[in-house]
C-alpha cells in the first residue's frame, strides 16, 4: 500500500510569497494527482503528472520519480489560493483507487 | 462541457435508515469511482465501477454498495447507517483509469443523527 507524505501540513503567507508544498510517496506510481480543495468541500484537480512539470498560470507542478518525490509552487500568492492542497497518487495496475496525503491547509493573508 | 454532477448536495439522515447516493460522470467517462471524506480519516477510497463492473473495493464494510447503469451514471448505497458514516461522499470519473486524468464532483454531505 502507498504512504502519501505531505508537507506541510498548514502554511500561512503573506500575499505575493512564492509558496512550495511537498509530497513523497512509498511505492511507484503511474501518476500523481496536485488537487485543491475550498470550504465547503468541492474538489478541483490541478495538474496530473506521471513526470516531468507542468504549469498552468500561477501554478507549477513538479515531480521526481526516482525520488518518489513531487512539490506543487504557487507564485506571487494571492488570498484566493487560500485551500487545501491535496497530492494523490496512482499506482496502475488495477490498484485501489487514488490514495491522498492529508492535505496541506494553505492560508494566504492579505 | 458538463461535469460531475453528484446528487443530492446535503443529506440528514437517522440512524439504522439507508441512503442513495447519486453521481453523473462527464460524457463518455466510463469509469466511475468513489470517495469517503471526513476529519478524522481524510480521504478513503471506496470502490470504483467500469462498464457496470465493480473493478476494486477499498476496506468499508458491505453495508457500503455501489452499481453502474449502462449510461455510466453510478449510485452508492449505504444500509443500516451509523453515526461514524457522516462524511462528504465524493465520486470522480475518468476516461479509463485515474492515469488518463480524473474530475471531482462536488460532494454529497451526509449528516448521520
Known amino acids: 500500500k502507498n504512504e502519501v507524505e505531505q508537507s506541510p501540513q498548514n502554511l500561512t503567507a503573506q500575499e505575493g510569497e512564492f509558496i512550495t508544498i511537498n509530497c513523497s510517496y512509498s511505492?511507484?506510481?503511474?501518476?500523481l494527482h496536485w488537487l485543491q480543495q475550498h470550504p465547503g468541500g468541492g474538489i478541483v484537480s490541478l495538474f496530473m503528472?506521471?513526470?516531468g512539470k507542468k504549469k498552468h498560470g500561477r501554478l507549477i507542478a513538479t515531480i521526481n520519480i526516482q525520488e518518489k518525490h513531487s512539490s506543487l509552487h504557487i507564485t506571487a500568492s494571492h488570498p484566493r489560493d487560500s485551500a487545501v492542497y491535496i497530492c494523490?497518487?496512482?499506482?496502475?495496475?488495477?490498484?485501489?483507487?487514488?490514495?491522498f496525503g492529508k492535505g496541506t491547509h494553505l492560508i494566504i493573508q492579505p | 462541457k458538463a461535469g460531475v454532477t453528484q446528487t443530492p448536495r446535503y443529506l440528514i439522515k437517522t440512524r439504522g435508515q439507508q441512503v442513495t447516493l447519486s453521481c453523473s460522470p462527464i460524457?463518455?467517462?466510463?469509469?466511475v469511482s468513489w470517495y469517503q471524506q471526513t476529519p478524522g480519516q481524510g480521504l478513503q477510497f471506496l470502490f470504483e465501477?467500469?462498464?457496470?463492473?465493480?473493478?476494486n473495493k477499498g476496506n468499508f464494510p458491505g453495508r457500503f454498495s455501489g452499481r453502474q447503469f449502462s449510461n455510466s451514471r453510478s449510485e452508492m448505497n449505504v444500509s443500516t447507517l451509523e453515526l461514524g458514516d457522516s462524511a462528504l461522499y465524493l465520486c470522480?470519473?475518468?476516461?479509463?483509469?485515474?492515469?488518463?486524468?480524473?474530475?471531482f464532483g462536488s460532494g454529497t454531505r451526509l449528516t448521520v443523527v
Open positions: 503528472l506521471s513526470s
Open positions: 460524457s463518455g467517462h466510463r469509469s
Open positions: 511505492v511507484g506510481i503511474s501518476a
Open positions: 470522480a470519473s475518468s476516461l479509463l483509469t485515474p492515469d488518463y486524468g480524473y474530475t
Open positions: 465501477y467500469f462498464s457496470e463492473t465493480q473493478r
Open positions: 494523490a497518487v496512482y499506482s496502475g495496475g488495477g490498484a485501489d483507487g487514488l490514495t
